[in-house]
């Protein structure tokens, strides 16, 4: 089946700093990949969905400038948390969808757990 | 806007028990609806979908009906095992194909021997 890895898995950063997530899509290519954000013990919410060639569209409520979103390949998306503060410590999920495929399914990453210190 | 509900967790139940998790939507039109499961550890995984009105998903001895009449995707299993226990999400896609999901809050199932 279709495979999305992540990486890094889990990464732990100092405040002030940037941290760049991953997402590939292994045995596909993915045209649409989406990114969210699950908090403890909460559902996921979508942050932005990430179109190759082309500028991300971000949810409402969410920094464009802070949380950098590329996708430069039909194969690979990315997240890059800008000056991370503690608030931003969360577990950060990608999803993408097969191009080749009608149907609805998307596959999702494990997910990076992004801890700020 | 859209949006899903699922019954608040955690669920605690014996192996061989029978499982239901409520799950209700709003959405325009006629959106996908789908189960998910996240394993301890891991990531999401889909656990079974259906498209329209009144279509039966199953997989793994898991079943949800697609209900019109009701807004309803109810998750039921006749008997659960130790190893089903996880995080069980609600998720739509709405009308238009290709859009991001929409999730409940999660249900947490755990199942005892």
């Known amino acids: 089946g279709a495979v999305v890895s992540q990486h890094p898995s889990w990464v732990i950063c100092k405040s002030g700093t940037s941290v760049k997530i991953e997402c590939r899509s292994l045995?596909?290519?993915?045209?649409?990949m989406f990114w969210y954000r699950q908090f403890p013990k909460q559902s996921l919410m979508l942050m932005a969905t990430s179109n190759e060639g082309s500028k991300a569209t971000y949810e409402q409520g969410v920094e464009k400038d802070k949380f950098l979103i590329n996708h430069a390949s039909l194969t690979l998306s990315t997240l890059t948390v800008t000056s991370a503060h503690p608030e931003d410590s969360s577990f950060y999920i990608c999803s993408a969808r097969d191009v080749e495929k009608s149907s609805y399914e998307q596959y999702f990453g494990p997910g990076t757990r992004l801890t700020v210190t | 806007g859209d949006s899903v509900t699922q019954m608040e967790g955690p669920v605690t139940l014996s192996e061989e028990a029978f499982l239901t998790i409520n799950c209700t939507y709003t959405a325009t039109g006629y959106p996908s609806l789908f189960w998910y499961v996240q394993y301890p550890g891991e990531g999401l995984q889909l656990l079974l979908k259906a498209t329209k009105a009144d279509d039966k998903g199953s997989n793994k001895g898991f079943e949800a009906t697609y209900r019109k009449e009701t807004t309803s995707f109810h998750l039921e299993k006749g008997s659960v095992q130790v190893s089903d226990s996880a995080v069980y999400f609600c998720a739509l896609e709405g009308y238009q194909a290709g859009t991001a999901l929409i999730f409940g809050k999660g249900t947490t199932l755990s199942v005892s021997s």
């Open positions: 045995d596909f290519q993915a045209t649409t």
